[in-house]
Structure formats: structure tokens, C-alpha cells
């Protein structure tokens, strides 16, 4: 499984960004799809993650309210929707997939086993 993530930008604190996270060379079938992300000089972090069913979906506590993680199995894309942002939102967001995966490990990124290769979001005041 390849992924590829795109969306990021610079926005304002208060904005809006999409993220997708696209995957080939295989369907997502079965799969949970996680976003992470990681600042400079910080270790990387949940944000969300979801299901195959795109049911129930998970969320750090930091992003709760403000962001979404959505699928769409048909277009083996996964989406995070991001609101209200801030400026400690800023990093490095990377999607990742996992087949097996169980619920108390769904937070973890050593749990995922495919990785994209990140896109910056940056949130200025």
C-alpha cells in the first residue's frame, strides 16, 4: 500500500484546511486509517484515526470539536478536516494504514504499518 497525503498549507489561525491521504497499489478494504503529526523537535502524534466502516472514529483530545476524520472506501481516500485552527497545530501531518489492528493500539504509531510521506501545515497568528 502507497499513500499519499496532500492538503496542507499556511493558513491563518481560525482557518480551515482538508487533508486527503490517497492510497494505491492496493484497497484500503479492512484497513484503519490514522493521521499523525509531528512538530520540529517533538516525537510524532495521534490525531485521529478510523475505521474501514468509517465507524467509530477516534480523536486526540487536542483536536476534539475541531477536527474530522472521514473515508471514502470508494475512492480509497481517507480525509481529515481541520477547523478553527491554531498555531500548536502547526507540523508535519502524515496518514497511515494498518490491516489489524486492535482499539487500544489505535493511538500508536508503531501499531501502522504504511506511512505517507507527510505534508506541513502551518498555522500562522
Known amino acids: 500500500v502507497q499513500l499519499q497525503a496532500s492538503g496542507g498549507g499556511l493558513v491563518q489561525v481560525g482557518d480551515s484546511l482538508r487533508l486527503s491521504c490517497a492510497a494505491s497499489g492496493r484497497t484500503l478494504s479492512g484497513y484503519a486509517m490514522g493521521w499523525f503529526r509531528q512538530a520540529p523537535g517533538k516525537e510524532r502524534e495521534f490525531v485521529a484515526a478510523?475505521?474501514?466502516?468509517?465507524?467509530?472514529?477516534y480523536y486526540a483530545d487536542s483536536v476534539k470539536g475541531r477536527f474530522t476524520i472521514s473515508r471514502d472506501n470508494t475512492k480509497n481516500t481517507a480525509y481529515l478536516q481541520m477547523n478553527s485552527l491554531k498555531p500548536e497545530d502547526t507540523a508535519v501531518y502524515y496518514c497511515?494504514?494498518?490491516?489489524?489492528?486492535?482499539?487500544?493500539?489505535?493511538?500508536?504509531?508503531?501499531?501502522?504499518?504504511?506511512w505517507g510521506q507527510g505534508t506541513q501545515v502551518t498555522v500562522s497568528s
Open positions: 497511515a494504514a494498518d490491516l489489524r489492528i486492535i482499539t487500544s493500539m489505535i493511538r500508536f504509531p508503531a501499531s501502522y504499518d504504511y
Open positions: 478510523v475505521r474501514w466502516s468509517a465507524s467509530p472514529t
